[in-house]
Structures are given as C-alpha cells and as structure tokens.
C-alpha cells in the first residue's frame, strides 16, 4: 500500500514563474491538504481539498491555488514566485477529518 | 493567535533519561489533537492522536501523550530515550489544521 506520494522531490525557479507541485494521497482517502514549511519553522496550512473543492483555507494570498482531481489527487499551483516562497511544501491525505499521513515533501528553492 | 504553542525550542536529553514536550492548544472547544515527529530532510509522521475518552493514549515508538483539559495541554511523554528519538517533534490540532513551531530533541550520549 502506497503511501502519500509527491512529485518533483526538488525545484529551483526564479522569481516571477510559476510552479506546479504534485501529490498523490494514501489508497483509500479523500481529503488532501497542503503545506508549507520553511526552515526551522512548523508547517503553515494553505488549504484542503475535498471533493474536488477547496474546503478550509489557510492565510496564504491568492497566488497560490490548488486542484483536485476526481480520483483525489492534488496539484498546488503558485504563481509569481517571491524567495519568501522557498520552504518545503508537504503535502498530506485523510479520509475525511481524520487523521492526516504526509509525504515527504517538494522542497522549492526560489532563486 | 495561534491555536498551539509549544513553549521549549530546543531540548537536549541524555540517552535512557525521560523525556516531556509540551504543547497547549487556545481553542473553545475539545480539539483533536496530534503529535507528528520529523526527521532531518522527512516528511512529518504521525506518532499519537487524541479524539475523545481516554485522556492517556500511547503512540508508536513508546510515546504517550496526556490531554489535559483544565491545563489546555496535550503533552507528550517516553519513559526512556533512544538516540534514534532525536528529530523534531510538532503538535498539531485540527483547528484550522494548525502545527505549534516545533521542538527539536536532541540525545547525547
């Protein structure tokens, strides 16, 4: 059994792109949800995902936006990237508001 | 205001001593309640979780976490440390999903 996937391990852009991280949850959850952890700090909610519409939202500004696809994976999208933006985005799945099994994360470095 | 507050930064500990890590929650309501642990580099994995009934629950790798409701407290607890127990350690709520800061453990020898 799977556990919650992500894609790319590792991304370098430059200020002003865009970038696309993926997740895939653990067999059997519905509920996705995303991170973003900087160094030395605890994750930040950004927002959760649950069938297909977003259902909490964190306090991160709206270029920063995600989806989710009907067989419950997630795609978080940030555009006009800032070096503020540099953390690693960890992403995590639940059945429902259970208990949440994470991923071992994207780490984006902004240059 | 933030929701979990975990007072200690960072925490150094003897190999076989005990250890506590402390967390209080600012919320009305009974939260559930969470403890995660991170190695360097890791994704967060999840060591113990607190619903309802028995305010002592027991987790993986030997830890124990106590809900306090009279205290807003939620701290966790390993009778006996292994170096392997250095990492970082969050707690966390489901009040807007929220994580406190983080304590870092670290083990001497």
């Known amino acids: 059994d799977a556990g919650v996937t992500q894609s790319p391990t590792h991304l370098i852009k430059t200020r002003g792109q865009q970038v696309t991280l993926r997740c895939s949850p653990k067999?059997?959850?519905?509920?996705v949800s995303w991170y973003q952890q900087a160094l030395g700090q605890g994750p930040q909610f950004i927002f959760q995902?649950?069938?297909?519409?977003?259902?909490q939202r964190g306090n991160f500004p709206d270029r920063f936006s995600g989806h989710q696809f009907p067989n419950y994976s997630s795609e978080l999208n940030v555009n006009a990237l800032l070096l503020g933006d540099s953390a690693l985005y960890l992403c995590?799945?639940?059945?429902?508001?259970?208990?949440?099994?994470f991923g071992p994360g994207t780490r984006l470095t902004v240059t | 205001a933030q929701s979990v507050t975990q007072p200690d930064i960072h925490i150094t500990v003897s190999e076989g001593a005990s250890l506590e890590l402390r967390c209080n929650y600012s919320?009305?309501?009974?939260?559930?309640l969470f403890w995660y642990v991170q190695s360097p580099g890791q994704g967060l994995q999840l060591l113990l979780k607190?619903?309802?009934?028995?305010?002592l629950v027991q987790g993986i790798k030997g830890f124990e976490a106590e809900f306090k409701r009279s205290q807003s407290s939620f701290n966790l607890r390993k009778p006996s440390v292994h170096w392997s127990d250095a990492a970082e350690y969050f707690c966390?709520?489901?009040?807007?999903?929220?994580f406190g800061a983080g304590t870092t453990v670290t083990v001497r020898a």
């Open positions: 995590a799945s639940s059945l429902g508001q259970t208990e949440q099994y």
């Open positions: 067999s059997g959850h519905d509920t």
């Open positions: 995902y649950y069938e297909e519409e977003e259902r």
């Open positions: 919320y009305g309501a009974t939260p559930y």
């Open positions: 607190y619903f309802s009934g028995d305010t």
């Open positions: 966390g709520c489901d009040y807007k999903l929220s």
